[in-house]
C-alpha cells in the first residue's frame, strides 16, 4: 500500500501520528466530543441565555434536564482524560452507562441544584463530580 508522507523535518512526520492508536483515539473522540457539544449548544434551552440560574433551569421539562445533565457530565469525562484519565475513569463509573443508575445520578444532582437555587446548572454538576471523583486542577 503506497501512503504519501508530510515531513516537517525528518523526525516530524504527519503520518507517523496516523500510525499510532491513541493518538487516532484522540482526535476522534475529540472530534466526537466538539461535534456533541456544539449541538448541544444549539438545542438544549439552558443554552439559550448564558445567565440561566438554577431556578429558572429547575422549571425545564425533566427531558431537557436529563439531557443537559448527562451532556455536561460525558463531556466533562472527555475533558477529565486529558487532566487524569483516573478522573475520567472515576466519573464513567460514577455515572455508568446503566438508565437506572443514571436517573438516580440525575436526581442527587438536581438535589443539589434545589439547595443552590442562585447558582448555576452546570457549576452545579462540576461541583458535584468533584466531590465524587476529585478535582479537575488547580488547587
Not at 1 to 12: A, G, I, K, N, P
Not at 80 to 104: F, G, H, K, V
Amino acid at each position: 500500500m503506497l501512503m504519501s508522507r508530510f515531513c516537517v523535518d525528518e523526525d516530524l512526520c504527519l503520518f507517523s501520528f496516523y500510525q499510532n492508536p491513541w493518538i487516532m483515539f484522540g482526535i476522534k473522540h475529540g472530534l466526537t466530543a466538539s461535534i456533541f457539544s456544539v449541538f448541544l449548544i444549539f438545542s438544549t434551552q439552558s443554552y439559550a441565555g448564558q445567565n440561566v440560574k438554577t431556578n429558572e433551569f429547575l422549571t425545564y421539562d425533566y427531558a431537557t434536564q436529563d439531557s443537559f445533565i448527562g451532556s455536561t457530565i460525558w463531556t466533562a469525562a472527555v475533558i477529565a482524560t486529558q487532566i487524569r484519565q483516573e478522573l475520567a475513569s472515576c466519573i464513567a463509573d460514577w455515572y455508568t452507562n446503566d438508565p437506572d443508575i443514571m436517573q438516580e445520578r440525575n436526581a442527587e444532582i438536581l438535589s443539589v441544584m434545589k439547595k443552590l437555587p442562585d447558582s448555576y446548572p452546570s457549576g452545579v454538576v462540576v461541583a458535584v463530580l468533584q466531590k465524587k471523583c476529585g478535582k479537575f486542577g488547580g488547587s
